[in-house]
């Protein structure tokens, strides 16, 4: 496996964070291309319109033996026309850029026609809950995705990547695997364990079952640790802001932080064993620590156990 990172938490001009992945033994670049990202490390017009501008790009990184290793646009195509045109570009620009991974997030349709507001469908009852999921899935996600994986193939993209996010249509294995029978199989999983630990599920479980599956696409090194003194009277569940730390049942935590070395290294372990051998991309929101001390901690954790 190689170490990688999700840059935009790198608060750094461009050419400043790549010096800084040289100098601590980071081998690949995810970079964003925009939607819920400032996408401080790529402007996604000035690349799709300029070859010159391109190539002077990914200069910079070849000249510091630094790979590309996806591009990132995670948003919402589902319910926002806007994001829905990133996603499109971020394409483009993967095929120009020779980039064959795209690392998104599946979206979240309104709750029914006419509405504007996604709706996360997290229980059974209420009996509505089973008319909204219907919608959301027959009459948005398969037809829009089917349009997607088309649009991605066009351009030469090979995989995406969705992460296994909260208030996504997708956020585990059992509702990857939904869409990727009905759409195919340019659509699999960026794995980041961080998610999985608030829901209450196991990330190395996750693994087996996405290897089974062919469909374990990247994975994300990203902590994070239940807030015991909350989450015991509170469960989980949790919409206070993430910079309310103090007051939070869990919260995203520098890699070590949350779950130490000896997690990490089975984790690395059961993916190796379930098929996967390629990126992990430290994605860094402990809110904390400062930016820069944050990145180092969590680096020497992935380090360490890779």
């Known amino acids: 496996m190689r170490l990688a990172i999700k840059t935009c938490t790198l608060d750094m001009p461009y050419e400043e964070m790549l010096d800084f992945c040289v100098r601590e033994g980071i081998g690949a670049l995810e970079i964003a291309t925009g939607n819920w990202s400032a996408a401080p490390h790529a402007d996604l017009e000035g690349l799709l319109a300029s070859g010159t501008v391109r190539e002077r790009w990914l ?26 045109e990133v996603t499109v570009k971020t394409f483009r620009l993967a095929e120009l850029l020779g980039v064959r991974k795209i690392v998104m997030m599946s979206g979240l349709p309104a709750g029914c026609p006419g509405d504007r507001t996604p709706v996360w469908i997290t229980a059974s009852w209420p009996p509505e809950t089973q008319e909204i999921l219907d919608y959301q899935w027959n009459e948005v996600a398969v037809p829009k995705w089917r349009e997607l994986e088309r649009l991605a193939a066009e351009h030469g993209v090979e995989r995406i990547a969705l992460e296994n996010h909260g208030m996504q249509l997708v956020y585990n294995p059992e509702t990857l695997l939904r869409l990727r029978t009905a759409v195919g199989p340019l659509v699999g999983m960026n794995l980041d364990p961080s ?4 829901m209450g599920g196991d990330p190395m479980e996750a693994a087996r079952v996405l290897g089974e599956w062919g469909a374990l696409y990247h994975i994300h090194g990203k902590d994070a640790r239940p807030e015991r003194r909350m989450s015991g009277p509170n469960g989980m569940l949790d919409a206070k802001p993430i910079g309310a730390f103090r007051d939070r049942a869990w919260n995203y935590v520098a890699v070590g932080s949350g779950h130490g070395t000896q997690w990490w290294r089975e984790f690395f372990s059961v993916a190796r ?10 994605e860094m929101e402990d809110m904390t620590l400062p930016m820069l001390e944050g990145h180092l901690a969590s680096l020497r954790t992935l380090r360490d156990a890779l």
């Open 195 to 198: 998610h999985l630990f608030w």
């Open 273 to 282: 064993m379930s098929g996967y051998d390629e990126d992990v991309a430290l």
């Open 59 to 84: 200069e910079a990184q070849r000249r510091r033996g630094l790979a590309l290793c996806a591009l990132n646009c995670s948003g919402n195509p589902l319910a926002y026309k806007r994001d829905w």
